[in-house]
């Protein structure tokens, strides 16, 4: 009646066995660090570098825990904050600007525990320590950009159906396109009205000039604002990545704020560093009179360069004279995938233009076949020449490559870096603040202690009140934590104040099993049943009961998981774990113990379960 078959005490024991592994990373904690990112694309974290890294450390005599190579960065670990600052200052000294040199906090894990993918729960800001940034977005910027773009598009667009203007400019948030006559004028209002649907166009006559003066539409503002917030956020979430920051927080506020968390960074200034970065394309016609013009290139190499030129270094080291004038940007890119030239088999980035950039593209190649044309990569304000082939035919269909000294990893991060874009509109930080490591720790140190207070006074509580049975209860209590806690380390879940509130209150929560498996019982004895038929009926008739009331305290957890957002996220998902792990303890763990104990007897007169109180007699 009482006796569970071998695979339930297997599957108990491997459950235990597996949560028992899982737990273990969180009681390494954490020590100080130094993590070395570079600072462009053409820049690799490889062995190279490690080899640079760790000598460094040595010319500087400072000893390091360990250095290693991990995905895009180096990473060396320290003993103790005041070596990991000297570290951070040699390493900063000798690697100079091409390298992000960040504080940081990594796990002491041991490596077999890594190995087999055990590794520590993420902390929170409000645990581990780190920065908070609250960036506003320049609305008005993003908007000025977006009338910029319609004013470069109106211009190839008049161009191509040889409408004549006398000038076209952006004034404010206005288009103003001028003509020297009427019936152009009206030509040119058709083929914008046409082709333009989100400008809001109208006349001003003022001969002998007459104009065109054209504005966003509101529904079409409503749109680039959002846009402008989003690609922001995925560009932030996207260097945030190359900072090693575990499970960063990047979410609006509001209709132009976004909220920037990283926990375990220290340094507020390479956050900002690394928040700053974004990177770009340009398509620009290179200057081929200056080019072959020896006294022009050697001034433009002096720092002279001739007027309406830039000097740029091509990535053989040579330098290129190109034009002012952008053809094209990467806010025109739809998609960019690495690849591999179909006839030189050298890695390529392949990418395609939306429709504007396509047709501007063709025509600018048609008109320059035997030119050269230089595609540029911008980042950190820096530009580059990453190839500047000569136009042979003209190229349609939006489709462009670029190549040239290119590795199949360099190929795959410029192809991340330009589907990331740019910043759609600049943004400016308007709160920032850090919060200490020992803050942290303090937060860590009174979050926990709440909950084992509160886990002590349930203990002594059941196992006074219930004696044995108490001790089982609060025995399946305790595994349903490390369950919990298993589980929150295999999901890399986040764990932050409010979640250390969800882990208090499922403990709760989960002893109202065994309140309610234990009062049956008793019930059951009270009317009469034997020892075993009360311990088999108690647990039979509690498990109704256990399941409705877990099953509705599940779907409100659900709903602010739902409909929640940050640290009531967070609390939803420990909340909703919580919730499976008690049911799982409270009714088939307590049950095995129970078994264990008093399944193998045959004649069971009594159970510790405490006093059973039975009602008096009826006197006649």
């Not at 009482?2 to 459950?15: E, H, M, S």
Request: aromatic fraction near 6%; glycine fraction near 8%; charged fraction near 20%.
């Amino acid at each position: 009646m009482n006796r569970y078959p071998l695979w339930k005490y297997t599957l108990i024991g491997v459950a235990l066995l597996v949560a028992l592994i899982f737990t273990l990373p969180n009681f390494f904690g954490e020590v100080p660090a130094v993590q070395v990112s570079p600072v462009r694309s053409t820049l690799k974290a490889d062995d190279a570098l490690l080899t640079r890294v760790q000598d460094i450390l040595q010319k500087n005599k400072i000893t390091a825990d360990g250095v290693f190579l991990d995905h895009q960065s180096v990473k060396a670990r320290f003993e103790d904050s005041e070596t990991q600052l000297r570290a951070k200052d040699a390493l900063q000294s000798a690697l100079g600007d091409d390298y992000v040199v960040a504080l940081n906090l990594l796990s002491r894990n041991p490596q077999w525990l890594s190995s087999i993918g055990a590794l520590p729960m993420y902390l929170g800001l409000d645990l581990r320590g780190g920065v908070h940034f609250l960036l506003q977005v320049d609305m008005k910027g993003a908007l000025a950009k977006k009338v910029e773009a319609y004013t470069n598009d109106i211009r190839s667009a008049l161009r191509e159906k040889r409408i004549q203007y006398s000038g076209i400019a952006r004034e404010g948030q206005s288009v103003i396109v001028r003509f020297r006559d009427a019936a152009m004028r009206d030509k040119a209002l058709n083929e914008i009205e046409k082709s333009m649907p989100d400008l809001d166009l109208r006349t001003q006559d003022d001969p002998p000039e007459f104009r065109i003066v054209g504005t966003l539409k509101p529904e079409a503002q409503r749109r680039t604002q959002d846009f402008a917030l989003q690609q922001n956020i995925t560009t932030l979430r996207n260097r945030v990545n190359e900072l090693g920051v575990a499970e960063p927080i990047i979410q609006q506020q509001g209709s132009d704020r976004v909220v920037v968390q990283l926990p375990g960074v220290q340094d507020t200034a390479k956050a900002k560093d690394i928040l700053g970065r974004t990177a770009t394309l340009e398509v620009r016609l290179v200057d081929e009179e200056k080019m072959n013009d020896p006294v022009s290139l050697q001034a433009a190499v002096g720092g002279q360069a001739p007027f309406g030129t830039e000097l740029y270094i091509e990535r053989g080291g040579s330098p290129v004279l190109v034009k002012k004038q952008v053809v094209l940007t990467g806010d025109r890119i739809n998609d960019a995938q690495p690849g591999f030239d179909s006839q030189t088999g050298e890695p390529a980035v392949h990418i395609s233009l939306d429709g504007t950039g396509a047709r501007i593209f063709q025509q600018v190649t048609r008109e320059n076949v035997g030119k050269r044309m230089a595609i540029l990569l911008f980042e950190k304000g820096k530009g580059e020449v990453v190839t500047a082939p000569v136009i042979r035919q003209e190229i349609g269909g939006g489709r462009v490559q670029i190549s040239g000294r290119m590795t199949t990893r360099e190929a795959s991060d410029v192809a991340l870096l330009l589907r990331a874009g740019a910043l759609a509109a600049p943004m400016d930080i308007i709160e920032e603040r850090t919060v200490g490591p020992s803050l942290g720790a303090d937060n860590i140190r009174r979050g926990f202690h709440s909950m084992w207070i509160g886990f002590s006074a349930i203990a002594l509580f059941m196992i006074v009140y219930y004696r044995l049975f108490g001790v089982i209860s609060v025995a399946a209590l305790a595994i349903n934590l490390l369950l919990l806690i298993s589980l929150l380390s295999m999901l890399q879940a986040t764990l932050t104040l409010p979640g250390i509130a969800a882990i208090a209150l499922t403990l709760g929560m989960a002893i109202d099993a065994n309140v309610l498996i234990n009062e049956r019982i008793r019930e059951e004895l009270r009317n009469g049943n034997t020892p075993q038929a009360a311990i088999a009926a108690g647990y039979e008739r509690a498990w109704n009961t256990i399941l409705d009331s877990n099953v509705t305290t599940l779907i409100a957890g659900l709903a602010l998981f739902a409909f929640g957002s940050g640290p009531i996220k967070g609390f939803a998902v420990v909340h909703c774990l919580g919730i499976l792990t008690s049911m799982f303890s409270a009714v088939m763990v307590s049950r095995g113990l129970v078994n264990l104990i008093y399944g193998s007897r045959r004649r069971l007169e009594k159970v510790s379960i405490g006093q059973v109180w039975r009602p008096a007699a009826v006197k006649s």
